[in-house]
């Protein structure tokens, strides 16, 4: 299983981009996924993640209300919606496969890298006025 970043790019404070995670290799659908991301000089930071199913989610306090992460298992790709976007969220954004659907049931769970693998190269997302 691979999974590939998108849609990252330059966006000024108070704007919205869409990351998406493409999978090849394998199907999604057996697989939560977690989005992380890491700013320079910053720890790894969980963001959200996701069942396999896409019934159930979690996010990180720190971007709760702004950014939703979905799924379309038919198109192999999970997505995360990033709206009123901060400077303080300009980072690498990265996908990576899940333990099992269990890490959406608690945040700590969700947002702990020890619980993923199979991680993608990276998007970078950059918030500037």
């Known amino acids: 299983l691979q999974l590939v970043e998108s849609g990252g790019g330059l966006v000024q404070p108070g704007g919205s981009l869409r990351l998406s995670c493409a999978a090849s290799g394998a199907t999604l659908d057996d697989y939560a996924i977690g989005w992380f991301r890491q700013a320079p000089g910053k720890q790894h930071e969980g963001v959200s993640c996701i069942s396999s199913s896409g019934g159930s989610s979690r996010y990180a306090d720190s971007v709760k209300g702004r950014f939703t992460i979905s799924r379309d298992n038919a198109k192999n790709t999970v997505y995360l919606q990033m709206n009123s976007l901060k400077p303080e969220d300009t980072a690498t954004y990265f996908c990576?496969?899940?333990?099992?659907?269990?890490?959406?049931?608690?945040?700590?769970?969700?947002?702990?890298?020890?619980?993923?693998?199979?991680w993608g190269q990276g998007a970078q997302v950059t918030v500037s006025s």
């Open positions: 990576a496969v899940g333990a099992g659907d269990h890490i959406t049931t608690m945040q700590k769970l969700c947002v702990n890298d020890y619980y993923y693998s199979d």
